[in-house]
T-cell receptor, first 112, second 114 residues
């Protein structure tokens, strides 16, 4: 069974631009969660999607948004990028959101 | 809201020794407690987990214990090996409607010296 796949692996963007990251969950998993990982703040929850609906949202500004498609693939978008958005963005998939969660390799975003 | 405190932040042991990492939490409704291992430049990898109706779980050299009354859970690694060197994160899933929302501890950098 293929694992969680995230694309792209690396991104360099300029302040003010926007970016879209993609996550393909493990086959059969319907819950996709997104996390931001930074050295200072650790792993912080962004949002979770299940059956194309956002069920939970973390404490991030509205510039961070996401969506989920009918095949459970998910995207997250960050608009008006700031230097502080530089981080490793991880997605995790699980069957229903209350069981084992498996992470993708992440997208390393650098904002210059 | 959910809060997880993880200690110690760094842990250095000799190969063959045991390592213990402890996490405390505040939300008594928390019902699922996974542990992740993250090697440098890699994804967090689920290594063991425990649910609130179980007090202890073992998988070879790794064990997790949960004390719901005291609201803490711990990771125990026995017979440590250099390849156990990594950052370890505890996490929890709160009860209720916290689907997919893992709250993580700050991480423990474990170094196993040969």
């Amino acid at each position: 069974k293929a694992g969680v796949t995230q694309t792209p692996r690396y991104l360099i963007k300029t302040r003010g631009q926007q970016v879209t990251l993609s996550c393909s969950p493990i086959s059969g998993h319907r819950s996709v969660s997104w996390y931001q990982q930074t050295p200072g703040q650790g792993l912080q929850f962004l949002f979770e999607y299940f059956s194309e609906t956002q069920r939970n949202k973390g404490n991030f500004p509205g510039r961070f948004s996401g969506r989920q498609f009918s095949n459970s693939r998910s995207e997250m978008n960050v608009s008006t990028l700031e230097l502080g958005d530089s981080a490793l963005y991880l997605c995790a998939s699980s069957l229903e959101g209350n069981t084992e969660a498996f992470f993708g390799q992440g997208t390393r975003l650098t904002v210059v | 809201g959910e809060n997880v405190e993880q200690h110690p932040s760094t842990l250095s042991v000799q190969e063959g020794d045991s390592a213990v990492i402890k996490c405390t939490y505040s939300d008594s409704a928390s019902n699922y407690f996974p542990w992740y291992k993250q090697e440098l430049g890699k994804r967090p990898q689920l290594i063991i987990d425990i649910r609130s109706n179980v007090g202890e779980k073992k998988d070879q050299r790794i064990a997790v214990t949960l004390n719901k009354t005291a609201k803490h859970f711990s990771l125990h690694i026995t017979e440590t090996q250099p390849e156990d060197s990594a950052v370890y994160f505890c996490a929890l899933l709160a009860g209720g409607t916290s689907y997919g929302k893992l709250t993580f501890g700050q991480g423990t950098i474990l170094t196993v010296h040969p």
